[in-house]
């Protein structure tokens, strides 16, 4: 695989403190690996709740329920980042 695919991350709002948003802080360690690893990465939110998803070349490779990835950080301790970039990096 290229080893600079362009990941669209589409996440859902989620209930933080009773109110229901759109929120980057959970997605912050996803950003920072795929940008390590030399993928560019792009935001859209979408209307399903709870949900992160990542999108490669129109193919949807990586989905999860946002509030089970780690707040903030930088993702290199969080599981789910590191199945989301080795679902990247297969996603050729």
């Not at 390590?36 to 399903?48: A, N, P, Q």
Request: hydrophobic content about 40%.
């Amino acid at each position: 695989m290229p080893q600079n695919a362009r990941a669209l991350i589409a996440f859902g709002p989620y209930e933080a403190c009773y109110l229901v948003e759109h929120r980057k802080t959970r997605l912050q360690g996803l950003e920072t690996v795929l940008f390590k690893d030399g993928h560019s990465v792009e935001f859209e939110e979408i209307d399903d709740w709870n949900v992160a998803e990542i999108w490669v070349n129109g193919q949807c490779v990586f989905k999860c329920d946002i509030r089970e990835l780690d707040y903030g950080g930088d993702g290199d301790l969080d599981p789910l980042c590191k199945k989301a970039l080795e679902a990247v990096r297969g996603a050729y």
